[in-house]
């Protein structure tokens, strides 16, 4: 798609659809991790369509201003830690040679990402109480939960993938005939 015009206007429709589910967190306690994900998955097509740097400026708008409308906080921050961007960053992590290397590297950006956002909230904002809710196991329970994380990353990039792939082969041709 060509002109600035187009290209702000469907910024804008998708950073609205992005808000409009992260507005939608507090509904389900699932919602604290699955629409943050699905809000990501929505750049998708910005990416494709506009281009990484729009999709960049509709990350942060929608990231910004979730901080703010969120019911839920901790999916705004999921968000804004990784889910925002990681579809952005996708399309140039599989350009990496290698399908072990590009596993490792979107793994311990996931990683990073993961335990940056938990360092930045509990010493950052001070919600030391983060620990407490964890259990009776402590430290060994946030680990365990990384684990977990882990394994959910690698089926929302197979997820993402099939998006893509969908999006380009079969939404584009039929729908935007292109």
Known sequence: MSG??????LGGMFSALCVALMFMTGLAPFATYAIPMLAGAMLIPVVVEL???TAVMVYLSVGIISI???ADKEAAMMFLVFFGYYPILKQRLERLPGRILE???KIFIFNASVVGGF???FYVLGMKELLEG???FGRYT???LLAMGNVIFV???VALTRHYTLYIRWFRPRILRR
Do not use: W
């Open 155 to 157: 089926i929302y990039d």
């Open 51 to 53: 281009g990484p740097k």
């Open 142 to 144: 946030a680990l365990i």
């Open 4 to 9: 600035k015009s187009t290209q702000i206007a």
């Open 134 to 136: 964890l259990g009776d």
């Open 103 to 105: 596993y490792f590297v």
């Open 68 to 70: 703010f409308v969120a």
């Open 119 to 121: 360092a930045f909230v």
